[in-house]
Every structure is written in C-alpha cells, then in structure tokens.
C-alpha cells in the first residue's frame, strides 16, 4: 500500500470473482469519496469479450495505472457487449481519485501503482446467484467459461497475496 498526500487522488483497486460485491464496494467508496468525485472503472466495460478478463487487466495496467503513475492522464477502448467488437475510448484523467473493479486487475504489477488494494470474497453459491440476478441470461451460457479465467488469474497472479484488505460477504 502506497500512502498517499491527497486522499481524493487515490487509486483503488477491487478485485474478485464475479458476483462477490466488487461493484456494489465500488459504488458506495464512490458515494462516500471526497471531492472531487472519483473516476470509477469497471473492468466489465474494459474485457474484449467472454475470453477476456486477461487482457482487459492488461490494458487497464498499461494504458491507465501505467500513464496515472508519472502523472499522465490514461485511455482505455471499451468494449460492446451485445455487437460483440471494441465500442470507443474513454479518458482516465489523473489528477481525481480511481477506482478500477473487476476480477484480474490485483496483481504484483498493478499493487505497485494502487494506494489502496482490495480482494473481495462470498460463497460459491451466493456469488453465482447474484451474478445471474444482475446479469440473467445474457451471463448463463458464460458462467463457466469465464469462472476458469478466474481460476487462472486466481492461481497465477495470487490476488488475495497483494490485497491490503479481504473483505468477506456472504
């Protein structure tokens, strides 16, 4: 964990499986943040697609926490989900808070560049319901394939051993 001067310029990242109340943490640091407001990044908007969680976190590190870190503004491609293809950028400007949620982005390359880093936990169950609440049908056929991305990233990049917290709902 870093320390830094102006609390209102950190950089937060959350990290955990899909369901586990990533976004949920997000929004409420969000709401309690002072200002001015913070950027809030969802990986979800980020990944390029159901195979993407690795290179999402990638470009999330290179062209955002990379650029934040020597106090350079950052850009990140979006991604459509319902055309299936890359859909616009957006500007990341360094001088406000950060909050970058999604399942790959804790790892020891981007703990490094984060003031604050957050691994967040629930059940099995409970994680796959919540998920499936929000997301439906559209997520179903995926729910596999993308929990084998996380089983990789999780055994790869060992998150919760660079989380500065755990958080663990149920």
Known sequence: MRIVSDRSRATILIDGRSGAGKSSLARRLAD?????EPTVLP????????????????A??????TPRAAARDGHVSGWDWVQHRPA?????????GLIVEGCGILRAESASLADVT??????????RERALQRDGDAYRPY??????????????????????????LP
Do not use: K, M, T
């Open 143 to 168: 729910w596999d394939r993308w929990a084998a991305q996380e089983d990789e990233h999780i055994r790869g990049h060992r998150p919760q051993a660079h989380a500065d917290l755990v958080i663990s």
């Open 60 to 65: 999330v590190i290179r062209d955002i926490l």
């Open 118 to 127: 957050v691994w967040v936990d629930a059940p099995a169950g409970a994680r």
């Open 88 to 96: 616009g950028h957006s500007a990341v400007p360094h001088d406000r």
């Open 32 to 36: 309690v943040w002072p200002d001015p």
């Open 43 to 58: 990986l979800d908007a980020v990944y390029p697609g159901w195979d993407g969680l690795e290179a999402g976190a990638q």
